[in-house]
């Protein structure tokens, strides 16, 4: 059973309204490589985990618990994108006296016409998150070398994605998260480690130059690339394999420790004119 | 944020494996009307709530975090309806020497040749959940209304399912998700009666006669039609509308109250013959 | 705008039960070359005809009139071949104590899970309908041809699955809609004969051996192969094309003839285990 | 079987091109609550109703003739959206010599590759209409529900493309269709009335406020709201539900009309640049 | 078995990136009517082939194995439309300090969240390639007629592509493979003349004017519209059918010829803002 | 530019019909992680490549090349397995005067609606093969590692194929398929330890007993998972990377080789009644 507390695992820094990148950032939310898949991937491997050796299903699950987290923190950081993005001249091209006009031009048009200015569970190409994207076959070797490819690619993604806005809103929820894809990315290379494994300096894929991104820096300060949070509430064999020697070529130790402290949900505002909440009408 | 403790909401009662039931059971885990679908919607209109009425915002998110623990429900029933069933002669009609056969018959074959006899995110047909299943329109008394459809055909398609084995395992788990489906169905019903709705005796949806589902009766005992299991760590509004008397023609009083003890993961073995887990191949 | 009348195109013959036939039947309504295709296809080539040539888009208008009917009679020739299939030991292969058992065996589960023993928008093998199906292209040839291309591929998949169940409901509902795919065959090849082409003996394609399929050859003696209902209520061009000699090897003259007579709609019964319709319980 | 008379149930106003206007107008033909929608899922619902209670499956049924010629408007007016808008300028953000470059902009490409600038069964986001969407359970309740979450989506959805251009061609028929799903929610409405519940001032949904939609106002004046047209050709008793007292916050009576007198379809021009019909070609 | 030399069929023209008609161009690649379709679509039908009259299969697989050229070098084309996009101002409408803002404009995004600047299996409007595209009945004349459709219509799409955008790279891509389409269609419709059909001026579909389409014209004069390039190492049959005079109204021979010489795939650097590929991290 | 001579890459071996071991073999053509896949996929990335390092993009054009081959095998194979299995009586369990009843019961419904007794681009359960199955990232590492789970997924289905029939048809094409897959999976292997990589005793995986599957041990006697064929007819730079120790725990020496002499393709006859071909019909 699963418990819950209102906190975000991350903060939303406030910028300007840009529902250009709300769009793209969908590919980290509904796309084949974004958290609705982790966190559904994980979800399976763990509940049709078969043997003994479940310390491995300890791990996988330790991620799939913080992907629940994602999921809220990418929903709220593309509703802050949206929110506000309605109003005549915000990022509009031509002119026009239609208030959602926006939603005609280089945005995802289903952000207005479903959410009022808000997420929705598909890619950055509108197309619906599919369970085919789900990879759980039962044996451990290919389920992990799979998790890997995952992690790796959601680096790699967010590291495209990042260079296509600089809106603070934007890049700070995805530096956090291509620190922590790092840290599960270490965490299915640890456990191939396990099996004998040795990957020399093949990780972090994708090699990217920390400098680059220096909204990552503070989360790599904090050991965040390294760690596990821990989200159980009853004991978990995690620590025997998320432990040691980091298997990227930054080294440092690897360690289980407790979930950040948790951040605020930002409130967002009715919206007369997307007729949400349908409260607003009804006390008019 | 979200924590864990290693419990499922429900008793797994043992029965014979029944890889047809399992191959059916799929529509409540992928289908349109099944868990995934309640566990994401609920979750983007939680996420996606505008304005300050959060006593309905938090009914929402109350009851998606119980959706959570419905999904590992269901996948770990599916696992026990499939465990073993590829042994020879189990289930099989005609007579053959190959091991998995089985998996050419009444059953999804990708039960066989994904999962090693374990759950899948797809329907009882084999189509793969879908995104565009989700309806979060942040206008709540539409959101509201596509909810309780939403509960409303979880328990009709339950109900239906329920006819198609008299397998213990696959009963047990429907009929525990039937009441509390109908408990959600209350939940809905009785938010949209706050904003003065009255439904008269329009529900449950479908009207079925309790006695018809045996194993329904402990859990009406025990009151779990009415109630309402409270995940949070932190405060909730929840109370301030799921109280008072239900808005089903069943009546009585509406509580939340605490989740259930919790039960026991059953164990799933080593499975050779699909090479489940790699370990087991690693090991010899 | 369109009008109705409560009569089926065709009559329905009964036979017993055969859920089996049902779920290949659903290829004819919601399959790619299904009744569902050829209504909106023809839908789209009318609302987007350019230009003054507005006979070849009464042909086409007038091909899509009587689709209506078609989806309608093969919604009800399904409906009838589920009706009642649920009972114990219709069709079942096994033993068991399970009233809707039959759903877990050789058929489209959804027909039980979705549908009280109902119909569905969906393919023989249990994929939805899609939009991706149609063809309007808006050049004349190139629409014309497709459509000849559906209408052929109607004719054969019918001719296929008449050889899969000698249930009368289901052959009698076929030979109809084979009979009347090959005059809707015959109006697309003398449109395009009217641009030059000459078809020498390529049509009927399939070219099948009337005799096999005893149950057409009423359709046929009574000229519709070679005739086109008229469902105009105002003037129409239709007979500019849908005139002389048919461009079948089987001859004959083409003519726009009134529609038949009209065939009652079988009632279906309440179905109390598959809670339909609701009424049913309300009363109790 | 269905009669036609070529006539739109409703006036097209003449404006300029406006691609991206058409662009998200499709969500309202193909999208999950647009015209094909409602169209299919009443279709399916009618042909599959069991039991006595005909008043219900002819209400379901006069709803979905009027879908037919929803959908023909549709097409049309987005047909007119995107007649003429290929020639350049038009639109057109940079400069460019090529005569289609406005495909490559905030337009659906496809609605130049596959249609010569006209209508296609997809929604505003280019997925294609799937069968998926359809909702017909054989449980009069759930069915009803459910038809009343459908037309208030869509007059929510529909409210809000309204803001999204000025265009008037696009107002109009936005504003029509807006009155028009409100009447059907009001006859979904009413027939759960008939089954005991009271709505209160739930409806309309959303709460809008009709001088926002100055379109929307001669068609209430009209009493379009409350009405509903009656397309049979044989007698229905649609009027045992839809009489009496509107079950909306708006109040008024309830009555079944004669349709409209109907409109004239616009001439679509031959379009050379598309090879748009193919009889321009062979002419030349 | 199959055999490879690194040539493209055609040269690959330079221009300057023109990522928005990348994006429309993948219609060309991954649409309905596109080169993986045409690809697919010929590989089913000639292994599934039935009878002796295998000078049609030959056909058939002759087309085919050209297909698998077109694959390359339509994939190759987008690459070269899309390399370099991403440095800022190229294309980009607004002004952003983001490299990859272009990313969020009129493209899709995936060119750049997928592949570095690269080809995807998807359309135009950015929906995956789908096996239900493929046709492959197994019956003779409706498999060439679905061929003659399929090759007028990637002719009649390539037509309207063509005028979407006048660079260089794209149109000469677009010009050779209208040609060798037209070919193609001059293959099934030869085929078809020989079961009797007269077509007398109907081809070429569209019937479009040869000066319209400059790059066109040098493979004219080349006869490449007349021509069918052999890709066989051993014999085949496929003259028995691709000889004598042209089907189309523009007259000629239908002759076997030797494939073209072969041009150099054009070298893509590294993109260390794609981190593509990994090993120019490695190296660093 | 691509040639082709018509010769299997394996023998197809003589048994009866087995039309539910061809439904589950289409998994291994048109399945997720069959053979379709991993031709599309590495058609990509081959064409997709970016950098000077190509000795790794002839690596993948190489395995690419051999899945053409792997594609006309599986066709192929299962329409061996599909073939004359409509005769009455054949795997039918009821009793039926209908020739394709076997089209109701364990089998695709599509392999005798569509196919004529042929082969699908669809997966096991029917759902159509999908361009969203397609990894190719640009990005070396990602790309390998992520071909080197596709090949390991490849051999763990096939492997779970291998127990679902003892049919010789089937069985003999999956094991060849398996030592081909396994020796894929060494290639990427291989290529990753190029980059530093030490998989000790990871592979292969599924970490199969060869003595399970005896039809594999005439392969593996040839080396065959240890080889790589070579179809290019100019030279390439794969040896460059596919040579030394195999990385598998089972050793050996890597070598690039020639192809296998070539197979005959059994010839599948006229098939009257699903109408194929249609010359059959012409001729009569």
């Not at 699963?2 to 529902?19: A, T």
């Not at 509009?92 to 200015?117: F, K």
């Not at 093949?202 to 690339?225: S, T, W």
């Not at 298997?247 to 007369?272: A, F, H, T, W």
Request: a negative charge; charged letters at 20%; one cysteine or more.
């Amino acid at each position: 059973m699963y418990f819950y507390k209102e906190d975000l695992i991350n903060v939303i820094v406030p910028d300007k309204p840009d529902p250009a990148a709300a769009k793209v950032l969908q590919e980290a939310l509904g796309g084949r490589f974004g958290e609705m898949r982790t966190l559904m991937q994980f979800s399976f491997q763990s509940a049709n985990f078969r043997g003994k050796a479940k310390q491995y299903r300890d791990l996988i699950r330790g991620v799939f618990l913080e992907e629940l987290s994602h999921v809220e923190l990418v929903q709220t950081t593309i509703n802050q994108l949206l929110n506000g993005s309605g109003d005549i001249g915000v990022g509009s091209v031509g002119e026009s006296d239609a208030p959602l006009h926006i939603a005609t031009e280089n945005v995802n048009p289903h952000h207005y016409i479903m959410g009022a200015q808000a997420s929705l569970p598909v890619d950055a190409a509108g197309n619906p998150w599919t369970g085919a994207y789900v990879y759980s076959h039962g044996n451990l070797v290919a389920d992990l070398l799979d998790n890997l490819v995952l992690e790796s690619t959601g680096v790699l993604q967010k590291s495209r994605l990042y260079e296509m806005s600089s809106n603070k809103t934007f890049r700070e929820t995805l530096a956090f998260l291509i620190v922590r894809d790092n840290a599960h990315q270490n965490a299915f290379a640890k456990a191939l480690e396990t099996l004998g494994v040795n990957w020399a300096k093949l990780f972090p894929v994708p090699n990217y130059d920390i400098n680059k991104y220096p909204e990552c820096r503070k989360y790599v300060d904090l050991g965040f690339h390294n760690a596990q949070f821990n989200f159980r509430l009853d004991p978990t064999r995690i620590g025997e394999i998320f432990q040691g020697e980091s298997p990227s070529r930054n080294k440092g130790e690897l360690k289980v420790i407790e979930p950040p402290q948790g951040y605020p949900v930002p409130e967002l505002p009715d919206m007369p004119n997307e007729h949400s909440p349908g409260l607003y009408d009804l006390n008019n």
